[in-house]
């Protein structure tokens, strides 16, 4: 039931926004125009506009490359409130890489939020902070969530190619996040909201302070962030693994009732066996064989959105030393505590070689036998909190040389994390194998461990076979005996990154047309990151999964070098014509030198139209993860394409035959084979959960990856619609030598599908069932990767009399393709992406907004072109007969588009306080049930709205 306060919450909400009219939203939907007014004071200032893409001051804004901004006042006029969730509702932002659905994730990277440009992986998007590197952890993603929205300026978006200026990763573009400053007074504001099922509260507590003169500047902003979980259960779509269509598919036959393989029943019947309900669990005649109704919905248990909370603190402040030489510094503390529970873990006996002994009090058949159990009592749980300390100072001054002036900086910047993930919920398997070892009945009426002549001390006894909720000995419910089984595991970890910087920039007389901008400069990075799982999962002495450490480190020397040539200017049919071309030397001390350059063209043929085009060569080098990870393991889901029922042997005769000859070296699979999943059970729902541990790990043979971008577009504004403009641009991105944990499901098609003999080596199948037992798939160089696409803008300012300002911004991206290679071998097929597990084909945005004197109103549309998956329930499969190039003969199953709404009404009172009241989602929209669990853990699409969610913010300036 719902507290009192929530439903008054809600109801409140829902009274202001009916009686307020319906206005959204507005989800940072960027413009192709100007940022929102920086500090333009002049070089003499120390102060210059330097768009993100170039390193030269310049005085107009609008470069040869695309960049997008999210201004101040966009970030405010919204309900979404964190860096990582404004930069998921663009467009151009592919799927959440870690959603907070990704409820069975792990590893390091679980708990924080990144950014995917162009859906290519968000370990090739740059973040930035002020121009300077974020940093990031062992696998190079950067949490953009560590950044306080209060402390924010604006966020400039180079949707282009950048590592020619920024280095490394900046493959997919740069998100370059500027933080306040010449702040000057007080500002605080509390936000408060909650879903419509009255769970799921947010709660945000910020202020800033700030003062500045002529001698300098200095600022501090401060923000507290908790977030409450919301349980799969409470939603339709997650409440079943197999979505709210098919309820009783999919549930484990591992489940919190216990079994064994054996005879019980009327007739002594072999079969999985399950004691009745309230009998005594030592007699055999108590058991019955096991039906799918007693089997286990462990979505029933699981978090659908993870709990979080964040401190967050940045200080930043200037003084001028001289006229002509200041320091610069800032400072950002944030603490990340993030939760997730997934229900109790699926116990195998077999798989752990701890079974229940003959000598056991509790055992039923007076011999050794193998069990299962879900460990139902003590859900899964890890706690991942994350402390992030980054520091960055310096020096930055001009001088006059030849009637021009130059801008110089040196400085430094320092990041380090330190993590500390506890883990709860996994067995301690040296504890198991005492606890189902001899046992025996004491004189005291308590079952012990051991024998009469040889107890074990301080072991606590268990009946596995002792169903969830039935009391008696050896009862999971015990805290003795959850303490004896479920101990703590910690896993730790630290980065560091540090950075040297030395820049120059300013303008020499050149051409008729304009000076030359120059920019060069000179950088020195080390990068260092350890991460420590617990000894026990190590030694693989916890039912966790195993790895070991990541340990490593590198460095890089660099120097770049930047011109912007004015060629032409006010001229017929060339108002302006520049090419900007820029140069970066890279060397790696681990593995050598690399040279990456850009060129861009700015072209005004009229004052009215703008035509920009670039070219950029782009490179990552191999995290720490990546070169010097450990091994690490994982329960994978994915479609056997063996599988006679659901894989494309089923409708691939040449598939089908690949399976059953044995194809590349491995067991041939049998005839009518249907891959099985939990406890051995036949799978009814695809992609599949294995059985069986599969493994993953590092690659020291790594090479970097190359790209090559490619932009060209236009920007119209004409001069008889005010405040309209319209632009369109096309990208093109190729990256080769790709890095890429390889997947299990691609190396299955490209073995059986593609016919390649050499991806059959890592996997191996049982002779006798065909099931795949293990699978080694570690991080490779692929072949290459291809996208493609449109950004189409409109963007109408427009007022109604004296009163009434409208404006509307409508953005979309259109994706041409993006499709994968997995090597270069002329045999393996293109596998494409868009359309497929969160590769929309379009998005789109549109936002209509309006302010009338103290009153203000906004209405966001996000829309999402349908997607596809390999079809799982024949009812549902509307497209039976589809062939593509990669799977052959394959049913397909389409989905719709799915659109959401937001709104937001705003108020400013006299006293200088603004009362801000919406809805994320106001029609309570769902999307389609997506059986491929695209980024998420359940049967939805991990990016996609949960619910209708009110939200109430108050902010007061002094």
Not at 619 to 629: E, K, N, Q, V, W
Request: aromatic residues 12%; charged residues 20%.
């Amino acid at each position: 039931m719902k507290s009192l306060n929530q439903r008054g919450l809600a109801l409140a909400i829902r009274l202001t926004i009916a009686t307020g009219a319906l206005a959204a939203t507005g989800t940072a939907f960027a413009q192709e125009s100007s940022p929102a007014k920086p500090d333009q004071t002049s070089a003499k200032n120390l102060e210059t506009v330097t768009v993100t893409g170039s390193r030269i001051p310049r005085v107009d804004v609008e470069t040869a490359q695309p960049v997008l901004t999210i201004s101040r006042t966009q970030l405010e006029n919204q309900g979404f409130t964190s860096v990582a969730d404004i930069m998921q509702n663009l467009t151009e932002v592919g799927s959440p890489p870690i959603s907070r659905a990704s409820a069975l994730a792990s590893g390091e990277d679980v708990g924080g939020y990144y950014v995917d440009l162009r859906n290519i992986g968000p370990n090739r998007t740059l973040v930035l902070v002020n121009g300077k590197r974020l940093g990031a952890n062992t696998t190079g993603l950067q949490d953009l969530d560590q950044i306080p929205v209060s402390a924010i300026d604006r966020i400039e978006v180079l949707k282009d190619g950048g590592s020619s200026i920024y280095g490394s990763d900046a493959i997919a573009g740069v998100v370059n996040v500027i933080t306040r400053s010449n702040f000057t007074g007080a500002e605080a504001s509390a936000y408060a909201g909650q879903y419509d099922q009255g769970d799921g509260k947010k709660q945000i507590y910020d202020f800033t302070l700030g003062t500045a003169n002529d001698r300098g500047s200095i600022m501090l902003s401060a923000q507290y962030t908790k977030e409450d979980p919301v349980w799969a259960k409470d939603r339709d779509f997650s409440a079943y693994p197999s979505g709210p269509f098919h309820p009783t598919a999919g549930w484990s036959g591992i489940s919190q009732n216990g079994s064994f393989s054996g005879p019980c029943g009327p007739g002594g019947t072999k079969a999985t066996c399950t004691l009745n309900r309230g009998a005594d669990p030592r007699y055999i005649a108590n058991y019955h064989p096991i039906t799918p109704a007693e089997y286990s919905n462990s979505n029933q248990e699981m978090m659908v959105q993870t709990g979080s909370q964040r401190t967050s603190l940045f200080v930043a402040g200037k003084y001028n030393l001289l006229d002509n030489i200041a320091f610069k510094s800032d400072f950002l503390y944030n603490k990340r505590s993030t939760t997730q529970q997934i229900a109790g873990y699926p116990y195998q006996a077999a798989a752990f070689d701890t079974p229940m002994d003959a000598n056991s009090y509790f055992n039923p058949l007076g011999k050794t036998f193998n069990f299962t159990r879900r460990g139902w009592e003590v859900p899964r749980t890890t706690d991942n909190e994350l402390e992030t300390y980054r520091w960055t100072g310096g020096f930055e001054g001009f001088f006059e040389l030849g009637g021009h002036t130059w801008n110089w900086d040196v400085g430094a910047m320092t990041n380090r994390n330190n993590m500390l993930k506890t883990g709860h919920g996994d067995f301690n398997l040296l504890n198991v194998a005492q606890a189902v070892g001899p046992s025996y009945k004491g004189s005291d009426g308590k079952i012990h461990c051991g024998t009469p002549a040889n107890p074990i001390a301080g072991c606590v006894p268990w009946n596995p076979l002792l169903p969830y909720g039935q009391a008696g000995a050896g009862s999971l419910a015990d805290p003795d005996l959850q303490a004896f089984l479920f101990p703590e595991f910690h896993d730790t970890g630290k980065t560091t990154t540090t950075d040297y910087t030395a820049n120059i920039a300013g303008t020499v007389a050149g051409l008729p047309a304009g000076d030359i901008g120059i920019a060069a400069g000179l950088e020195h990075r080390q990068e260092n990151g350890r991460f420590v799982p617990d000894a026990f999962n190590q030694a693989g002495l916890s039912s966790g999964l195993a790895a070991t450490t990541t340990q490593g480190k590198y460095s890089v020397n660099e120097a770049y070098l930047e011109f912007d040539v004015p060629l032409l200017k006010d001229m017929t049919m060339a108002r302006e014509l520049s090419l900007d071309v820029a140069t970066r030397y890279s060397d790696y001390d681990n593995f050598g030198s690399t040279t990456n350059s850009k060129a861009s063209i700015k072209w005004k043929p009229i004052d009215d139209l703008l035509v920009r085009g670039s070219w950029a060569q782009g490179f990552r080098a191999p995290t720490i993860s990546d070169l010097y990870g450990g091994t690490g393991s994982s329960f994978e889901n994915y479609t056997d394409p063996c599988d006679t029922h659901a894989g494309s042997s089923s409708k691939n005769p040449a598939v089908a035959a690949r399976c059953t000859s044995g194809f590349g070296g491995q067991a041939p699979t049998p005839a009518n084979y249907v891959q099985l999943g939990q406890a051995s059970q036949p799978c009814t729902t695809y992609p599949c959960p294995t059985n069986y541990v599969f493994t993953n790990g590092s690659n020291p043979g790594l090479t970097p990856e190359t790209a090559t971008t490619r932009t060209l577009g236009l920007i119209y504004s004409p001069h008889y619609i005010e405040g309209f403009d319209v632009s369109l641009d096309w990208y093109k991105i190729d990256i080769k030598n790709v890095v890429a944990q390889d997947e299990v499901q691609d190396i299955l098609d490209d073995c059986y599908v593609a016919g390649i003999s050499s991806r059959c080596l890592g996997f191996k199948r049982d002779p006798s069932t065909g099931v795949i037992t293990n699978m080694f798939y570690g991080l490779t160089n692929k072949g290459w990767q291809k996208t493609a696409g449109y950004d189409f803008g409109v963007n109408y300012r427009f007022s109604i009399g004296s009163l009434d300002k409208f404006a509307v911004r409508w953005n979309t991206t259109y994706v041409d393709y993006n499709n994968i290679k997995a090597d270069d071998n002329p045999a393996t097929i293109v596998q494409p992406l868009t359309g497929y597990g969160g590769n929309f084909r379009t998005r789109s945005n549109l936002t209509l907004d309006w302010t009338r004197g103290i009153f203000g109103m906004t209405w966001t549309m996000r829309y999402y072109s349908g997607m596809t998956e390999r079809c799982s329930w024949a009812d549902e499969c509307n497209d039976p007969d589809h062939v593509d190039p990669f799977n052959g003969a394959q049913a397909q199953r389409h989905t719709g588009s799915t659109t959401f709404n937001d709104v937001q009404f705003r108020w400013t009172m006299p006293w200088k306080g603004v009362i801000s009241v919406g809805a994320n989602n106001v029609f309570a929209k769902e999307g389609p049930i997506m059986y491929s669990k695209p980024n998420s853990s359940f049967a939805y699409y991990g990016g996609f709205d949960i619910g209708r969610f009110y939200y109430l913010k108050y902010t007061q300036r002094f």
